[in-house]
């Protein structure tokens, strides 16, 4: 019995290219609010105290190979000596600076490779420096920052080995990081839009609802007013998509609908894994057998 490569079953397949597309349409808001070089160069003066003027200084960078760890619509570029990577989460996710050390190590591969650098001459390769940085707008956290360390995933703990990666998560929920939110006009537009929906949510509405009051009144208040007037649909898309695929995924289960069910769970199976979720913690989040998502994952590996 031959395995294929699960980096592959991820990249082939009509699901697969379903799924691919579907990743303009969910955790690409807050990119598309970065995708202006000026925004994108406001963000990285207000976390550095620098004074950068010219955006043209900003090197954007962007790599297909990173798809699979659902890096492609996140925020990367040079600027001066250093290497910066910017995602935004919604979620708490722990192996961050594993996200981070492999993203670093295919682009330092990569910029070795296009200045014909020799790893094993007597001349020091010079590298940029690698910024990590996660911005964060989810629950649970109550501290306006928090450093999480590649070091905590080693059997041995925190400092052990010869290898450390670490991933700077800030908290722009309303409230925390007031002074670099107060720097970055577009930062705190983004932070007070989704805070809007939270509390509308929790007041009650539905999220639809919710989603649709906080644009009128972020355009009321001059908040993203000039992306949620001319895109107002393509917002809520946005917003929407991921929520109510969940919800739907888990009424087909209800209601017994086996037509479609499978093709929807490879799918939900697809984005979990690309996020670097374990098999347990999706079956868990989707309500599933374990047994049932590594059918599904074998069945895919050996079929393509």
Sequence with gaps: MVKRNKRNW?????????LRNNYKYRDVLFRRLFQDK?????????????????????????MEDVIFMKMKNDLSFMIGNTLN????????????????????????????????????????????TPVYIVFYNGGGMQTDN??????DSFSTGRGSGCLECTCEVLNINRGYNQALLEKCRRLWE?????????ENIRSGMRREEAVHTAIDTCIERGILKDILMKQKAEVLHMILTEYDEK????????????????????????????????????????EVEISEIESIVNKNILHK
């Design 10 to 18: 991820f990249r082939h397949g009509n699901w697969w290219r379903r």
């Design 38 to 62: 000026q925004d994108l160069l406001d963000l990285y003066n207000a976390l550095n105290g620098s004074t950068y003027q010219d955006p043209e200084e900003l090197e954007v960078v962007t």
């Design 85 to 128: 990577l910017y995602e935004h989460q919604s979620t708490r996710n722990p192996n961050m600076p594993l996200r981070g050390l492999l993203y670093f190590a295919q682009q330092f591969e990569g910029l070795l490779a296009s200045r014909n650098d020799d790893i094993n001459g007597t001349k020091r390769v010079e590298l940029p």
């Design 146 to 151: 928090l450093i999480l360390y590649l070091s």
């Design 190 to 198: 983004y932070s007070e839009f989704s805070s809007e929906i939270e």
């Design 247 to 286: 919800k739907h995924f888990r009424t087909l289960f209800r209601e017994g609908k086996e037509e479609g069910r499978e093709e929807l769970l490879r799918e939900q199976i697809q984005r979990k894994l690309s996020k670097g979720k374990s098999i347990p913690k999706i079956a868990e989040e989707l």
